[in-house]
T-cell receptor, first 111, second 114 residues
Framework: TQLLEQSPQFLSIQEGENLTVYCNSSSVFSSLQWYRQEPGEGPVLLVTVVTGGEVKKLKRLTFQFGDARKDSSLHITAAQPGDTGLYLCAGRYGGYQKVTFGTGTKLQVIP | DSGVTQTPKHLITATGQRVTLRCSPRSGDLSVYWYQQSLDQGLQFLIQYYNGEERAKGNILERFSAQQFPDLHSELNLSSLELGDSALYFC?????????????FGEGSRLTVL
Protein backbone atom coordinates (compact mmCIF):
# COMPACT_ATOMS: atom_id res chain seq x y z
CA THR A 1 0.00 0.00 0.00
CA GLN A 2 1.46 3.35 -1.06
CA LEU A 3 1.03 5.68 1.88
CA LEU A 4 2.79 8.75 0.54
CA GLU A 5 1.87 10.38 -2.74
CA GLN A 6 3.90 13.12 -4.33
CA SER A 7 2.90 15.50 -7.08
CA PRO A 8 3.83 16.29 -9.69
CA GLN A 9 5.80 13.21 -10.72
CA PHE A 10 7.85 15.15 -13.24
CA LEU A 11 8.63 18.83 -13.55
CA SER A 12 10.72 20.56 -16.18
CA ILE A 13 11.15 24.29 -15.75
CA GLN A 14 13.37 27.15 -16.85
CA GLU A 15 16.05 28.57 -14.62
CA GLY A 16 14.64 31.37 -12.47
CA GLU A 17 11.11 29.97 -12.19
CA ASN A 18 9.42 29.04 -8.94
CA LEU A 19 7.91 25.63 -8.20
CA THR A 20 6.08 23.71 -5.51
CA VAL A 21 6.13 19.97 -4.84
CA TYR A 22 3.49 18.29 -2.71
CA CYS A 23 3.52 15.25 -0.45
CA ASN A 24 0.21 13.84 0.79
CA SER A 25 -0.99 10.99 2.94
CA SER A 26 -4.21 9.80 4.52
CA SER A 27 -2.29 9.06 7.71
CA VAL A 28 -0.81 11.38 10.33
CA PHE A 29 2.97 11.63 10.32
CA SER A 30 4.94 11.66 13.55
CA SER A 31 7.76 13.24 11.54
CA LEU A 32 8.49 13.99 7.91
CA GLN A 33 11.69 14.48 5.97
CA TRP A 34 12.55 15.80 2.53
CA TYR A 35 15.48 14.32 0.63
CA ARG A 36 17.14 15.09 -2.69
CA GLN A 37 18.68 12.34 -4.77
CA GLU A 38 20.98 12.74 -7.76
CA PRO A 39 21.39 9.95 -10.34
CA GLY A 40 23.50 7.07 -9.07
CA GLU A 41 23.74 8.46 -5.56
CA GLY A 42 21.93 7.98 -2.29
CA PRO A 43 19.28 10.42 -1.07
CA VAL A 44 20.57 13.34 0.97
CA LEU A 45 18.54 14.74 3.85
CA LEU A 46 17.34 18.32 3.35
CA VAL A 47 15.04 18.94 6.30
CA THR A 48 12.92 17.38 9.05
CA VAL A 49 9.55 18.75 10.16
CA VAL A 50 7.76 17.55 13.25
CA THR A 51 5.18 20.12 14.36
CA GLY A 52 1.93 20.77 12.49
CA GLY A 53 2.08 24.12 10.67
CA GLU A 54 5.84 24.24 10.88
CA VAL A 55 7.71 26.18 8.18
CA LYS A 56 11.43 25.78 7.59
CA LYS A 57 13.64 27.59 5.14
CA LEU A 58 16.88 26.39 3.60
CA LYS A 59 18.22 29.16 1.35
CA ARG A 60 15.80 29.19 -1.62
CA LEU A 61 13.87 26.16 -0.37
CA THR A 62 10.83 26.53 1.89
CA PHE A 63 9.29 23.50 3.55
CA GLN A 64 5.84 23.50 5.11
CA PHE A 65 4.17 20.86 7.24
CA GLY A 66 0.39 20.78 7.19
CA ASP A 67 -1.53 21.67 10.33
CA ALA A 68 -2.94 18.13 10.55
CA ARG A 69 0.48 16.61 9.84
CA LYS A 70 -0.85 14.68 6.86
CA ASP A 71 0.77 16.70 4.12
CA SER A 72 3.80 18.77 3.29
CA SER A 73 5.09 21.01 0.54
CA LEU A 74 8.46 22.06 -0.80
CA HIS A 75 8.68 25.41 -2.57
CA ILE A 76 11.77 26.41 -4.53
CA THR A 77 12.26 30.06 -5.44
CA ALA A 78 14.25 31.05 -8.52
CA ALA A 79 15.24 27.49 -9.42
CA GLN A 80 18.76 26.85 -10.60
CA PRO A 81 20.22 23.97 -12.66
CA GLY A 82 21.88 22.71 -9.48
CA ASP A 83 18.41 22.03 -8.06
CA THR A 84 17.91 19.28 -10.64
CA GLY A 85 17.27 15.91 -9.04
CA LEU A 86 14.72 13.58 -7.51
CA TYR A 87 12.94 15.04 -4.49
CA LEU A 88 11.58 12.53 -2.02
CA CYS A 89 9.43 13.00 1.03
CA ALA A 90 9.58 10.37 3.75
CA GLY A 91 7.55 9.86 6.86
CA ARG A 92 7.30 7.87 10.00
CA TYR A 93 3.83 7.02 11.29
CA GLY A 94 2.95 6.75 14.94
CA GLY A 95 5.00 4.12 16.68
CA TYR A 96 6.10 2.37 13.50
CA GLN A 97 9.84 2.12 13.10
CA LYS A 98 10.03 1.98 9.34
CA VAL A 99 10.42 5.13 7.29
CA THR A 100 8.21 5.18 4.21
CA PHE A 101 9.23 7.11 1.13
CA GLY A 102 6.99 8.92 -1.29
CA THR A 103 6.80 8.27 -5.02
CA GLY A 104 9.22 11.10 -5.78
CA THR A 105 9.23 14.21 -7.97
CA LYS A 106 11.82 14.35 -10.71
CA LEU A 107 12.83 17.98 -11.27
CA GLN A 108 14.77 19.27 -14.23
CA VAL A 109 15.86 22.90 -14.31
CA ILE A 110 16.90 24.04 -17.76
CA PRO A 111 19.57 26.77 -18.00
CA ASP B 1 30.14 12.00 2.38
CA SER B 2 27.36 10.62 4.60
CA GLY B 3 29.66 8.32 6.55
CA VAL B 4 27.73 5.23 5.45
CA THR B 5 29.81 2.79 3.42
CA GLN B 6 28.37 0.23 1.05
CA THR B 7 30.20 -2.48 -0.88
CA PRO B 8 30.35 -3.47 -3.61
CA LYS B 9 29.32 -0.43 -5.65
CA HIS B 10 28.54 -2.52 -8.70
CA LEU B 11 27.76 -6.19 -9.05
CA ILE B 12 26.87 -8.20 -12.15
CA THR B 13 25.71 -11.76 -11.75
CA ALA B 14 23.52 -14.39 -13.35
CA THR B 15 20.03 -15.61 -12.54
CA GLY B 16 19.92 -18.22 -9.82
CA GLN B 17 23.03 -16.91 -8.09
CA ARG B 18 23.45 -15.53 -4.59
CA VAL B 19 25.08 -12.24 -3.58
CA THR B 20 25.86 -10.42 -0.35
CA LEU B 21 25.76 -6.67 0.02
CA ARG B 22 27.57 -5.07 2.90
CA CYS B 23 26.91 -1.86 4.82
CA SER B 24 28.86 -0.04 7.51
CA PRO B 25 26.76 2.61 9.28
CA ARG B 26 27.92 6.02 10.42
CA SER B 27 30.00 5.96 13.56
CA GLY B 28 27.65 5.94 16.52
CA ASP B 29 24.53 4.96 14.58
CA LEU B 30 22.82 1.86 15.92
CA SER B 31 20.05 1.51 13.35
CA VAL B 32 20.44 0.24 9.80
CA TYR B 33 17.81 0.27 7.06
CA TRP B 34 17.83 -1.45 3.67
CA TYR B 35 15.94 -0.09 0.67
CA GLN B 36 15.52 -1.25 -2.92
CA GLN B 37 15.19 1.23 -5.77
CA SER B 38 14.31 -0.09 -9.19
CA LEU B 39 14.53 1.97 -12.36
CA ASP B 40 12.17 4.93 -12.23
CA GLN B 41 10.67 3.74 -8.99
CA GLY B 42 10.78 5.02 -5.48
CA LEU B 43 12.54 3.58 -2.50
CA GLN B 44 10.98 0.36 -1.26
CA PHE B 45 11.65 -0.43 2.37
CA LEU B 46 13.04 -3.90 2.95
CA ILE B 47 14.11 -4.25 6.56
CA GLN B 48 15.46 -2.39 9.60
CA TYR B 49 17.82 -3.48 12.37
CA TYR B 50 18.60 -1.78 15.64
CA ASN B 51 21.65 -2.83 17.63
CA GLY B 52 21.62 -6.30 16.13
CA GLU B 53 17.89 -6.96 16.36
CA GLU B 54 15.31 -6.83 13.59
CA ARG B 55 12.89 -3.95 14.28
CA ALA B 56 10.75 -3.55 11.18
CA LYS B 57 10.10 -5.50 8.02
CA GLY B 58 8.79 -4.28 4.69
CA ASN B 59 7.98 -6.19 1.54
CA ILE B 60 11.16 -8.22 1.65
CA LEU B 61 11.10 -11.39 -0.41
CA GLU B 62 11.70 -14.74 1.26
CA ARG B 63 14.76 -15.13 -1.01
CA PHE B 64 16.27 -12.11 0.72
CA SER B 65 17.65 -12.03 4.24
CA ALA B 66 19.66 -9.64 6.33
CA GLN B 67 21.44 -9.37 9.62
CA GLN B 68 23.29 -6.85 11.73
CA PHE B 69 26.48 -7.96 13.44
CA PRO B 70 27.88 -7.01 16.87
CA ASP B 71 30.14 -4.41 15.25
CA LEU B 72 26.90 -2.92 13.77
CA HIS B 73 27.71 -3.55 10.14
CA SER B 74 24.93 -5.18 8.20
CA GLU B 75 24.68 -7.59 5.31
CA LEU B 76 21.82 -8.13 2.87
CA ASN B 77 21.80 -11.56 1.26
CA LEU B 78 19.95 -12.04 -2.02
CA SER B 79 19.57 -15.60 -3.29
CA SER B 80 18.03 -17.39 -6.29
CA LEU B 81 18.37 -14.13 -8.14
CA GLU B 82 15.89 -13.20 -10.84
CA LEU B 83 16.09 -10.58 -13.58
CA GLY B 84 13.63 -8.43 -11.64
CA ASP B 85 16.01 -8.19 -8.71
CA SER B 86 18.21 -5.85 -10.73
CA ALA B 87 18.11 -2.58 -8.82
CA LEU B 88 19.99 -0.15 -6.63
CA TYR B 89 20.15 -1.34 -3.04
CA PHE B 90 20.65 1.36 -0.45
CA CYS B 91 21.64 1.11 3.14
CA UNK B 92 20.87 3.94 5.52
CA UNK B 93 21.66 4.48 9.16
CA UNK B 94 20.25 6.56 11.96
CA UNK B 95 21.20 7.25 15.53
CA UNK B 96 18.51 5.25 17.25
CA UNK B 97 15.31 3.42 16.52
CA UNK B 98 13.02 5.94 18.18
CA UNK B 99 14.29 9.18 16.67
CA UNK B 100 12.48 11.42 14.20
CA UNK B 101 13.42 9.22 11.27
CA UNK B 102 16.35 11.08 9.75
CA UNK B 103 18.33 8.70 7.62
CA UNK B 104 21.82 8.93 6.20
CA PHE B 105 22.32 6.93 3.03
CA GLY B 106 25.25 5.18 1.48
CA GLU B 107 25.99 5.50 -2.22
CA GLY B 108 24.23 2.24 -2.96
CA SER B 109 25.08 -1.08 -4.55
CA ARG B 110 23.95 -1.46 -8.14
CA LEU B 111 22.99 -5.06 -8.82
CA THR B 112 22.57 -6.29 -12.38
CA VAL B 113 21.19 -9.78 -12.90
CA LEU B 114 21.70 -11.17 -16.40
Amino acid sequence: TQLLEQSPQFLSIQEGENLTVYCNSSSVFSSLQWYRQEPGEGPVLLVTVVTGGEVKKLKRLTFQFGDARKDSSLHITAAQPGDTGLYLCAGRYGGYQKVTFGTGTKLQVIP
Amino acid sequence: DSGVTQTPKHLITATGQRVTLRCSPRSGDLSVYWYQQSLDQGLQFLIQYYNGEERAKGNILERFSAQQFPDLHSELNLSSLELGDSALYFCASSVMAGNTGELFFGEGSRLTVL
